[in-house]
């Protein structure tokens, strides 16, 4: 079930009159019932590997706790190993269902390299949806029971934190200590809920229906074609999609957000400007928020984090990052996507260290508007730096992202000899995206520093109340005339 | 924003200040005035982009002269028709332009020595739903034709990879020159199509977006012009629709422009290879859809019916097909088409002639281009049975030869009698 479907315009109030008024015992099993349903509407049988990891990490992970409480000698595992075991059967589940195919094809790959013809099995595994959201969150789980964070002993509580529908799908990837406890609050209905709620649902529709499904258009034109479009076309559409992706995964997010605020939920924020970043590090504290901070807690950390060698923290950096990198998808242009992450956040990090060797910042503290100037040029650098990681990201292959990149580059000496009439997008006046795009940009660009002047004001703590009720009008209104008729999938529901 | 932490910790709640309650009725209200006023209503005939059916309905309102004959009909009527004229007028003809059927009017001139003109309705994928939009909202008053000649095949009845009657594309360009809803079980048979039309009829906005789209287009391309004007170019349009074609695959799929569907002339000792669909049909008539058939034969019946009370007669003709496509259908299955096309035009027999011309033996295989569309050789053959079965057909030729007058009478007499009844409705000035 999408979040942009009639359906869920059906199974969303349904299941928010239903919870408001049942008796509170019962609201916790309604919505498990309600996020099972939600999930089987899609392929019925996964509902029971959802069920089965469930169970499984239900089961095992008290014995992380017994061990580690045990005296020593007393059981027989340590807690390393059972956190081990119970880490492993939700990784094995991920790495069946979703890196199979990748696997098998790398295999074949290699040994044909070796003048061997290998005749690959046939597999025919469908990726259930989420699954990497609900394995992240599951070893989250076993990894704090180790870390001696108290167990949830009841199972539908520990079901419906892996299945809570609106973060489902695609996160955001909820902490266990953060949302069990609010599946025992007593909570009574109140209007804010709604308005809050609907509120997020409304902007996060927007983002996604009428701004990246038509930046969409642009995108796959580009991508899928890339020898049709100059170098200048191309960094037009790279920005796109740099804009498609985030209102696209920031639009899902919202709705999930709103959705849970509706049956008074909070569920972690995942964005906070991230194009407004001064630098990759700052990129990565500002992007899918919830994946780089699982990715830090449970990946960057225990790999030894920044508390060892120079050498050994870059590996640290690298291993992370391309390993996010694959989390994204099984195929070797998200692998290039995270090592190119961490090669930048390696680079980012000597910088830095030139910078203080050579005392820039010192100068920059006493002169303010140096300071500024060097603020925004870091912004937009970063932009671009990301940008270039999105051709890795977006590409169908590698094929296509080095052949996407080399044009890349050619554009500033393009730019010299360039006319506005060489623009293929001003070429294509339907749909009407394509030239519109020239005032879209700049307009989503201009609209980041506008955001955050007012966060700084916060002015979205307090908005008036008139101010409120016309934007839902107005995006009401826009909603309903500008939806198309089938809205593509959340690019993140592949994840 | 507030946090749920914030939210809680407040204790007063006034329904009355609901910001989503207000809004909603704001929006409500927005919607309810925009209707009222008809806020940014387009004619029917303003159309977003040209599909087969744009052409057609474009070309046919146009013109001044109402048809003798008008054929109805899939590709199946569509394709014949137009590659006998390729051959017959011995050029190329634009499937977008070209709405007759010369061949037939040449021969039937022959044959009987009178003269009819034809338009050509027959359109890809035209469902028997579609054929009903046609003939309900079109083929009327002035535009009245004294015959039509509908040429069904079983795919028109049980398409399985038909989504409903309302996803064609000829429904969704006819259903703006008329009252469906009369009808909307049958044409929005699932509940989700349902809720949505139901919303459309709640909220205007949601109902008329494609006629808002359309002029808010209108404005941000006037915009556009002005702030980042077209350049000049050295494709053609028809190169650059190729171009977005190849660009985005899925956008506008019935999207057809001028000179985008070509038939040219033949020769008889060579024609095209033989092109084996059997695999698409095998598909699209998997698993019988009662609901859809009997839907589109309840379409089929609104034709006769319609056609009948408009003085017009309706040459039914069950299309050939090969033997193969044949043999995709269970015996059953088959029977239940051919004895139902047979009941209905039984039922309205004073007004309706049918034809089986798979029953009557006369195609082979060698005929056709595929599984199922005649070429032109078998288009010609197609053309000249259908000839010769109206020429001898009293009910036929006494419509082709009647000038409509009565009819035409009957229409004006219902229109200002329409006309009277709304008067006497609309309150006072």
Same mark, same amino acid.
């Given at each position: ?29 309604? @919505? ?32 992380? /706790? ?8 007393? /059981?027989? #595992? ?61 070893? /989250?789980? %076993? ?81 899928? !074609? ?19 992706? #985030? ?25 906070? @400007? ?53 989390? /994204? ?34 100068? @920059? ?35 296509? %992202? ?14 010299? !000899? ?59 209104? @826009?909603?309903?005339? #500008? ?13 | ?35 009222a006023l008809a806020f940014g209503q387009t004619k029917p005939t303003d159309f977003a982009y040209n599909t087969w059916t744009t052409w057609a309905i474009k070309e046919f309102v146009e013109e001044a002269k109402k048809p003798d004959l008008v054929f109805l009909g899939s590709s199946l009527m569509l394709v014949p028709l137009d590659s006998t004229d390729a051959d017959h007028l011995q050029r190329r003809i634009d499937g977008s332009a070209h709405h007759k059927s ?328």
């Amino acid at each position: 079930m999408l979040f942009n479907s009639l359906q869920y315009l059906v199974f969303l109030p349904v299941v928010f009159l239903l919870y408001w008024i049942s008796p509170q015992r019962l609201r916790v099993p309604l @919505l498990l019932v309600a996020s099972y349903v939600f999930y089987c509407t899609w392929r019925p049988i996964y509902g029971l590997l959802i069920f089965g990891l469930t169970m499984a990490t239900f089961l095992l992970v008290p014995f992380i /706790h017994k061990a580690a409480t045990a005296a020593s000698g007393k /059981h027989i #595992f340590t807690p390393k190993v059972w956190l081990g075991i119970a880490v492993a059967v939700n990784l094995l589940c991920l790495a069946i269902f979703k890196y199979a195919y990748f696997a098998v094809g790398s295999v074949k790959q290699g040994l044909s390299m070796a003048g061997i013809d290998w005749k690959e099995p046939h597999l025919h595994i469908i990726l259930p949806l989420g699954i990497s959201f609900f394995v992240f969150e599951f070893i /989250h789980y %076993a990894v704090e029971v180790y870390r001696g964070k108290p167990l949830v002993k009841n199972f539908s509580a520990l079901a419906l934190f892996a299945a809570f529908f609106p973060t489902q799908i695609a996160g955001p990837i909820k902490r266990y200590q953060d949302f069990v406890p609010q599946l025992t609050e007593k909570l009574k209905f109140k209007w804010e809920y709604v308005d809050e709620g609907m509120q997020m649902i409304l902007m996060g529709l927007a983002k996604k229906v009428l701004l990246a499904d038509n930046l969409a258009m642009v995108v796959q034109a580009g991508f899928a !074609h890339p020898e049709n479009f100059s170098s200048v076309d191309l960094w037009l559409i790279t920005y796109a999609f740099a804009f498609q992706i #985030f209102f696209d995964f920031a639009g899902y997010t919202d709705v999930a957000r709103g959705s849970a605020l509706l049956f008074g939920y909070k569920v972690p924020i995942n964005f906070n @400007l991230p194009y407004m970043a001064a630098n990759v590090a700052d990129f990565w504290n500002r992007w899918h928020i919830s994946l780089s901070t699982w990715l830090r807690d449970y990946l960057f950390i225990p790999l030894g984090g920044s508390r060892v060698s120079r050498p050994l923290v870059y590996r640290n950096l690298f291993i992370t990052m391309a390993l996010g990198g694959l989390w /994204h998808g099984a195929a070797m242009h998200f692998l290039a996507w995270g090592a190119y992450q961490g090669i930048v956040l390696i680079l980012h990090r000597e910088y830095v260290r030139v910078l203080e060797a050579v005392g820039i910042n010192k100068k @920059l503290a006493a002169s303010p508007t140096a300071a500024k100037l060097y603020h925004w040029f870091s912004i937009v650098a970063t932009f671009h730096i990301v940008c270039i990681g999105w051709v890795l990201f977006r590409a169908d292959d590698m094929k296509t %992202a080095g052949a996407m990149i080399l044009k890349l580059v050619q554009a500033p000496v393009d730019l010299l !000899h360039f006319s506005a009439s060489q623009l293929a997008i001003l070429q294509i006046r339907d749909p009407i995206i394509f030239p519109a795009l020239l005032l879209l940009l700049p307009g989503l660009m201009i609209s980041q520093p506008i955001i955050a002047w007012l966060n700084d004001k916060k002015f979205y703590q307090s908005p008036p109340w008139a101010v409120q009720v016309s934007l839902m009008v107005a995006l009401m209104c @826009l909603l309903t005339i #500008f939806s198309p008729d089938s809205s593509p999938r959340f690019i993140y529901f592949q994840f | 924003m507030n946090s749920v932490e914030a939210i809680n910790k407040r204790v007063k709640v006034n329904p009355l200040k609901s910001r989503f309650l207000v809004a909603s009725a704001g929006f409500a209200l927005l919607s309810a005035s925009m209707a009222a006023l008809a806020f940014g209503q387009t004619k029917p005939t303003d159309f977003a982009y040209n599909t087969w059916t744009t052409w057609a309905i474009k070309e046919f309102v146009e013109e001044a002269k109402k048809p003798d004959l008008v054929f109805l009909g899939s590709s199946l009527m569509l394709v014949p028709l137009d590659s006998t004229d390729a051959d017959h007028l011995q050029r190329r003809i634009d499937g977008s332009a070209h709405h007759k059927s010369a061949y037939f009017e040449d021969r039937f001139a022959e044959k009987t020595g009178q003269k009819v003109s034809t338009y050509n309705f027959s359109l890809p994928g035209e469902m028997p739903s579609d054929a009903a939009l046609i003939t309900d909202f079109l083929l009327k008053g002035e535009k009245a034709p004294k015959v039509i000649v509908y040429g069904v095949g079983p795919r028109d009845f049980l398409d399985n990879l038909l989504q409903s009657p309302a996803a064609t594309d000829p429904f969704q360009t006819l259903s703006r020159f008329g009252d469906w809803t009369k009808r909307v079980d049958l044409i929005v048979p699932q509940w989700q199509e349902r809720l949505s039309y139901e919303l459309g009829q709640a909220f205007y906005t949601y109902g008329s977006k494609s006629q808002l789209v359309f002029n808010a287009n209108k404005v941000i391309n006037a915009l556009l012009d002005k702030v980042a004007p077209q350049p000049q170019l050295k494709q053609t349009a028809v190169e650059l629709a190729g171009v977005r074609r190849l660009l985005l695959p899925d956008y506008h799929p019935f999207e057809i422009n001028r000179q985008q569907c070509l038939f040219s002339p033949e020769l008889a000792n060579a024609r095209p290879k033989f092109e084996d669909n059997v695999g698409e049909y095998r598909q699209r008539y998997k698993n019988l859809k009662l609901e859809t058939f009997n839907g589109q034969m309840q379409f089929l019946s609104d034709i006769l019916v319609t056609a009948k009370s408009r003085d017009i007669h309706v040459v039914l003709v069950a299309m050939p097909i090969t033997d193969v496509n044949r043999n995709l259908l269970s015996d059953n299955i088959w029977k239940l088409y051919c004895d139902r096309l047979r009941t209905l035009a039984a039922a309205n027999s004073e007004s309706t002639t049918f034809f089986d011309m798979q029953a009557s033996g006369g195609f082979k295989t060698e005929d056709f281009k595929d599984t199922l569309h005649l070429h032109s050789g078998g288009g010609a053959k197609l053309l000249d049975k259908i000839v010769q079965v109206m020429a001898t057909d009293k009910p036929t030729m006494a419509a082709l030869t009647s000038n409509n007058n009565i009819a035409l009478e009957r229409f004006r007499q219902t229109t200002r009698q329409e006309a009277m009844i709304e008067q006497k409705e609309s309150p006072a000035l």
